[in-house]
């Protein structure tokens, strides 16, 4: 592996929650980067949490604390850490409400890097909401937090956009981190032709997609069937891919939703927006669980994560495999168009 150029950007990496199964996919990954190509990151968080999975689940990586800019000539040594000045409580498996300063310290801290030049994207290890919410956090998500930061630092407004990709699929959820019954009472034109307008632009800004095609379901069941089963697809939806095309976006819907997932129905569009949570990721993670990246969209700096959470259950073992991470960080680097290391 080369060290890169002097002026080489990492990748920041936000430890997510450490009692979850996201510090030791950053390590196992590390582990294997003569074999992969893993792109430069500098860790966020605690270094000892770092280390003591590490002895836990029985990898030799040796903990190297570093400022961003000295990440690339340790990365292929030492794990490089820069430490975000809180100490990590939890063990594997049972969160700790007293480390939430350290799980979104670690975000701010990556977002703030990337703000400042000194890293080329953000990718974030997952976290779980519930001792953030208890801790007293304010936002539903990492998506909703992105956003606000983005808003805070760059002085601009910004409506983060949750996009699911992998090579053979890409979905998006107009509706993300709400009760179904919530989702189909606040779902309107406006929401679904924002969205639509922040993918086709990032489509083509991030993606160099030079003209995206957008598929948009419909909400009930066979897009409505004429309403027969209900009028939210021609009252809402149908609208919203009107307003779309008469935009030049290239746009098509409502469809069914049941029919929009299959290989040959996903030659025909480069992303399709889904109207509730699980009508988005039910598709992804049946097609590619181990392989689909969470793409913040509409935000003015890059920002990935592995689509899967913190795996309490299997914390600690050393079981997980980091292949959605490795996407995750990849994909950082090509939307930032920065080298990876071999």
Known sequence: MSSGAPDFRPIALSMGEPA???I???LALWASRERDKVPAFVAIG???AFADRARLVGLDVQIAETEPEGAPALFPDRFPVLPVGETCRAEPGRPDVRDAPAVIGAIRRGVELVHGGRCSALATLPIAKAPLLEAGFAHPGHTEYLGAL?????????RAVMLLWAEEIAVVPVTVHMPLKDACATLSTDDIVETGRIVARDLCRRFRIDHPRLA???LNPHAGEDGKLGSEDAEIVAPAVERLKA???VATGPHP???MFHAAARQRYDAALAMYHDQALIPVKTLAFDRAVNVTLGLPFVRTSPDHGTAFDIAGSGVGDPASLKAALGLAARLAREPVLA
Do not use: K, N, S
């Open 216 to 218: 948009i379901a419909g």
């Open 247 to 249: 935009e030049g976006i």
């Open 24 to 26: 030791e996919l950053a």
């Open 257 to 259: 939703a049941d029919t």
């Open 46 to 48: 605690d270094p000892a």
């Open 150 to 158: 983005a808003q805070e630092l760059w002085g601009q407004p910004a």
């Open 20 to 22: 979850g199964v996201g």
